[in-house]
């Protein structure tokens, strides 16, 4: 397979990945963060780094917009519930395991961003 039908099999199942996401609302990022160990958030800030890297910045919430289908606000308003004392145990351990993916891999392609540069939600 030549790298141009792999970019565009890779993109065409991200645009999926993010219409799942979408659909699927019910499913709130900390739980996303605790269990996969990525989140929306953590997908549109990959965005922001790849639009970078191509020469073509977007702005946080350009990318945000990107991967919720809106502006955050108007989703987190809409969708966003408060974590619980479990969810947020869980996300903290699934954040500690990233760190340690992070350390096996290229620093260009980190696990999940650290907490400092996004706020988990």
């Known amino acids: 397979m030549d790298s141009v039908a792999r970019e ?3 993109a065409a199942a991200f645009r999926r990945l ?10 709130q990022n900390v739980d996303l963060m605790g269990i996969g160990g990525f989140c929306r958030n953590c ?9 970078m890297d191509a ?7 350009e990318a945000r917009e990107w991967v919720y ?3 955050y606000e108007a989703y987190k ?10 969810q947020l ?5 699934s954040v500690a395991r990233n760190r340690a993916l992070d350390e096996a891999l290229d620093e260009s392609f980190p ?3 650290p907490p400092s540069r996004s706020e988990p939600g």
């Open 89 to 93: 145990e869980r996300m903290a351990a």
């Open 69 to 71: 289908g809106m502006p």
């Open 18 to 27: 993010l219409q799942h996401l979408r659909g699927r609302s019910d499913v």
């Open 8 to 10: 565009r099999i890779e």
């Open 111 to 113: 696990a999940s961003d």
């Open 55 to 61: 020469g073509t910045p977007v702005t946080k919430g």
């Open 43 to 51: 997908l549109s800030d990959w965005i922001g780094e790849a639009a």
């Open 77 to 86: 308003a809409a969708h966003h519930t408060e974590a619980t004392p479990e």
